[in-house]
C-alpha cells in the first residue's frame, strides 16, 4: 500500500526544519568572512554569554548534544577563540572561558546575527513576530514533554 505524503510539506516538522535550514544557509554566508560556522557561532556566543561554564551547561544552553558541543569546542579551542581550565570540584570535568581573540569575534559578528534577525523579522509585524516565538516555544516545550514522558 502506498504511502499518503500529501500534505507533509505543511507539517510543523517539515516547515520549521526548512526555514530552519535556510536561515542557518544565510547566516552560514554573512559569518563566511570570519571563518566561524553558525553551530561554532551559536557555542561561542554562549561562553561569551557566562564565562566559566562546564561542557554540559554550554550544550543545554546552546540546545545541543554533548559530542556535537565536544567537537565544537575543540574546533574553538583549536582557533583561539576559547581556553579550558580543570574544574576545581571535578577534575574530570573542565571550565571553558573565551579568550581576547574570541571575545573580538563575538563583537564583530553579533551584529551581523542581529542584522539577520532584523531581516527576517521585516516580513511581519512584532505582533506577528511574537506571536511566532511564542508558538515555537509551546511547540518546544510540548516536544520536551513528550520526550520525558517517553
Not at 36 to 49: A, C, F, H, M, V
Not at 75 to 86: D, H, N, Q, S, V
Amino acid at each position: 500500500m502506498p504511502v499518503d505524503h500529501k500534505g507533509l510539506e505543511r507539517s510543523v516538522g517539515f516547515m520549521t526544519g526548512m526555514t530552519y535550514r535556510k536561515l542557518s544557509a544565510l547566516l552560514q554566508n554573512r559569518l563566511k568572512p570570519y571563518e566561524i560556522t553558525p553551530e561554532q557561532w551559536s557555542i561561542l556566543y554562549q561562553i561569551d554569554r557566562a564565562d566559566g561554564l562546564i561542557q554540559k551547561e554550554i550544550a543545554e544552553r546552546a540546545g545541543k548534544d554533548k559530542p556535537t558541543t565536544t567537537r565544537i569546542l575543540d574546533l574553538l579551542e583549536e582557533k583561539g577563540l576559547i581556553y579550558k581550565k580543570a574544574g576545581t570540584k571535578d577534575r574530570r570535568s573542565f571550565l571553558v572561558y573565551i579568550t581576547d581573540k574570541g571575545r573580538q569575534m563575538m563583537q564583530e559578528t553579533l551584529p551581523i546575527e542581529k542584522q539577520v534577525i532584523a531581516e527576517v523579522k521585516s516580513c511581519m509585524t512584532t505582533e506577528e513576530y511574537d506571536t511566532l516565538i511564542r508558538l515555537i516555544s509551546k511547540i518546544s516545550a510540548q516536544i520536551d514533554s513528550m520526550i520525558e514522558d517517553n
